[in-house]
């Protein structure tokens, strides 16, 4: 009896050990945590579909590079009027590299004297409703978008200096891809997009970031900020956080209703965050 007790005690023992391995594995990420907003019906509404717009640019392309699964991936490009190291990799927001993106990445490219790269983590889906992109944002594999970030490093270069940007579901991305750029990257801009919130992934940053939110976000809120200060400050990284008396997008390029008068402080803000990092 007390053998089949003991049995019994050791494969409850094994049973629970089970599960909590399964539930720690199968904890979201945070940009899976970013992503599960698509099943709200409150975040999908908020967003208002993008009204048509076609950009053409003179000197941008689209391009295909080797993700690290070795599969390929699209992106971007938009070259500097000058050589130069340094790059901008881009992380569009929920509704794909559309045209907004791409006339924003030449704007970068001449703002900043830099090469710019738009990463396309939606692999040629590009939403032009609020149902397509909350579909496209849930689609989204972690893995696949690492291995296509991964890919874009060794498709920039070892001795390129890298920045990175994107806003709502791309700033969440931006600071993913600051993260994984190692010693090459020289800062990440994210405008609020979902923060990390594993301190050891955290201590895997080698750069400063700027973090531009608003402050009626339901989403990305101020708890959420707060939070995201902590664990930096504990990581022993440096954050820079502006915060909006705005609401969440209110500088995404589709915007119809964006926030004029924060999306322009906030472009100030990352001129003087870029700039002085290109020194």
Known sequence: MKKLQLFLLVMLICLCAKTQVKMSCCTPSATDRFAMNGNKAS?????????????ES???HDVTFKASDGKDAHGYFVPSERPTNYYLLVIHEWWGLND???????????????????????????????EDASKYMQQVNTDRALAIIKGAYTHVGGKAK?????WCFGGGWSLQTAIEGGSQVAGCIMFYGQPETNIDRLKKLNCDVLGLFAKKDEWINQKVVDEFKENMEKAGKKLTVYSYDADHAFANPSNPIYDKDATEDAYKKVDAFVRERMR
């Not at 975040?43 to 950009?55: A, E, I, K």
């Open 100 to 130: 907004y993106i791409k006339q924003e990445c030449e704007k970068f490219s001449t703002e900043f004297g830099l090469n710019v790269l738009a990463l396309d983590l939606y692999e040629n889906k590009v939403a032009t409703t609020k």
């Open 58 to 60: 003179k000197t941008g």
């Open 43 to 55: 975040f999908v509404s908020f967003h208002d579909d993008p009204l048509p717009f076609v950009y």
């Open 162 to 166: 890298v920045f990175t940007i994107g």
